[in-house]
């Protein structure tokens, strides 16, 4: 009788117990229609303003989502060390770098350079937007590339592989003199590697790291006083390394 009553007394606190664990494995997951999918604790559903939702995210961001956009919503269980976040929405990079190697101009083996690229990220991880450089290796150059990234992974801390291409324009000023007029040329950019992407604790901002390989050619035509024109061609082929953060 006294083992009777230990295992009814075991089975009333078990019971709860066991279904207090269940919930808390749980977490409520909004699904919406453009493919946008938001996991957390729904705060509360507002029937008087177009039955908003309110849901609160990893790292304490409460956001409202308008109902129109909700195609279901469910309890789901938690993902662990899953990046929330990583829906579509506008990307920036900024970064420095120093790029490595020797060329066809000079023989000057390193150059400093600035990136930004801004553009869309979509649910499936590809990022694709436009890029902007300046670099200086003994001629100042700025570019304007096509910029295509891509995380293989949903988590906080990820690598990526990125890839771009456009056109590399001189900012040396032209030179003129009685012997002959010195013109330089645009050519082309293309560069790609790969990298390591880590979002803050605060979950607002990245730390990038990146490692690749860039080429730059541009060409400088000389006219003549007798009007004979020579073009020389050049090639930058440098190691990429940078440093920067992204949102």
Same mark, same amino acid.
């Given at each position: ?15 709860? /117990? ?20 938001? &996991?957390?604790?729904? /705060? ?5 303003? $177009? ?27 938690? /993902? %662990?060390?899953?990046?929330?976040? !990583? ?18 101009? $000079? !023989? ?9 690229? @801004?553009?869309? #990220? ?12 300046? =670099? ?12 295509? &990234? ?13 890839? @771009?291409?456009?056109? @590399?324009?001189? /900012?040396?000023? !032209?030179?003129?003199?009685?012997? $002959? ?6 050519? %082309?950019? %293309? ?7 880590? #979002? ?15 080429? !730059?050619?541009?060409?400088?035509? =000389?006219?003549?006083?007798?009007? &004979? &024109? =020579?073009? $020389? ?15």
């Amino acid at each position: 009788m006294h083992k009777v009553f230990q295992f009814l007394i075991l089975l009333c606190f078990w019971n709860p /117990l066991t279904i207090i664990g269940q919930t808390n494995d749980l977490e409520d997951v909004i699904y919406l229609y453009d493919g946008g999918i938001w &996991r957390g604790e729904i /705060l509360e559903r507002d029937s008087t303003n $177009s039955y908003n939702v309110k849901i609160k995210i990893a790292g304490g961001s409460v956001v409202v989502i308008k109902s129109e956009t909700v195609k279901k919503i469910t309890q789901e269980k938690k /993902l %662990a060390n899953t990046y929330y976040l !990583n829906t579509s929405h506008y990307y920036n990079f900024t970064s420095i770098g120093v790029l490595i190697g020797d060329n066809t101009y $000079s !023989n000057t083996p390193v150059g400093p350079s600035f990136e930004m690229a @801004n553009g869309y #990220r979509w649910n499936s991880g590809i990022l694709t937007g436009v890029n902007v450089a300046l =670099e200086y290796i003994d001629v100042n150059f700025i570019q304007f590339a096509t910029d295509v &990234r891509y995380d293989f992974t949903k988590e906080k801390i990820t690598p990526f592989a990125y890839a @771009n291409g456009g056109i @590399n324009i001189p /900012l040396a000023q !032209n030179v003129s003199n009685i012997f $002959s007029d010195i013109n330089y040329n645009a050519g %082309a950019t %293309a560069g790609g590697g790969v990298g390591i992407r880590a #979002r803050s604790k605060e979950n607002t901002i990245c730390f990038i790291w990146s490692l690749g390989y860039k080429v !730059n050619t541009f060409s400088i035509t =000389e006219i003549l006083s007798n009007d &004979r &024109r =020579e073009v $020389s061609k050049y090639t930058f082929q440098k190691l990429n390394m940078r440093i920067g953060f992204a949102f």
